[in-house]
């Protein structure tokens, strides 16, 4: 079981962990949730109505990891539309992002809140880490905020495809990125596991 998930009889998944891994998960998705921010009920007037029609932005995040967490809805990433299809994408694309990101956030926060509660809850049952089980729904939020944590790394790696993870592998100790891209590449064949769990 160490550094891999395994299924739990009846769903759900456990892994070990000792505690500078659960150090450094927490800390990844403590500052996601700081990168994703407050939600709009943050400012709110209290009024549920209000909230549950509030709108959100319709402009691209200017951050390139929340552009990556929080991508255009419409667009050929693969080629370069007509200036009138460019025209036309982003208008639908500004449409979508003001009806769905606020939700998008919820969701990203509420995933990354609850890897942080059930670290915690782990954290506190003793010194030298621990087996985490996780219920199958706090599986799905795990995925969720695994999945968050490696496009924001990846991202700020400037990582494009899968050629770019064997670069990155083969860094020198000295160079600065190296820490980052063994977190990446943890958390990587952390992901992968607990979708092995979660398939029928």
Not at 19 to 36: C, F, G, K, N, T
Not at 96 to 124: C, M, P, Q, W
Not at 171 to 186: C, F, G, Q, S, T
């Amino acid at each position: 079981m160490p550094g891999h998930f395994e299924p739990l009889p009846g769903g759900g998944a456990a892994v070990a962990l000792d505690d500078v891994e659960i150090s450094i998960i927490r800390s990844l998705a403590v500052q996601l949730m700081e990168l994703i921010g407050p939600g709009p009920a943050e400012d709110a007037s209290g009024d549920p109505l209000a909230e549950l029609f509030a709108e959100g932005p319709s402009e691209p995040p200017a951050d390139p990891v929340l552009r990556r967490l929080f991508p255009d809805a419409y667009g050929d990433p693969g080629g370069a539309p007509s200036p009138e299809d460019a025209e036309e994408q982003r208008a639908y694309s500004a449409e979508f992002r003001r009806y769905t990101e606020n939700d998008l956030r919820a969701g990203k926060r509420e995933n990354a809140l609850a890897v942080i509660r059930s670290l915690d809850a782990l954290a506190s049952a003793g010194e030298g880490g621990a087996v985490l089980e996780l219920a199958p729904e706090q599986s799905r939020q795990w995925l969720g905020a695994l999945n968050d944590l490696r496009l924001a790394i990846g991202s700020r790696l400037e990582i494009s495809d899968e050629d770019d993870n064997d670069l990155l592998l083969h860094l020198p100790d000295e160079d600065p990125r190296k820490p980052m891209v063994m977190a990446y590449l943890w958390l990587g064949g952390l992901q992968e596991t607990l979708v092995s769990t979660l398939m029928p």
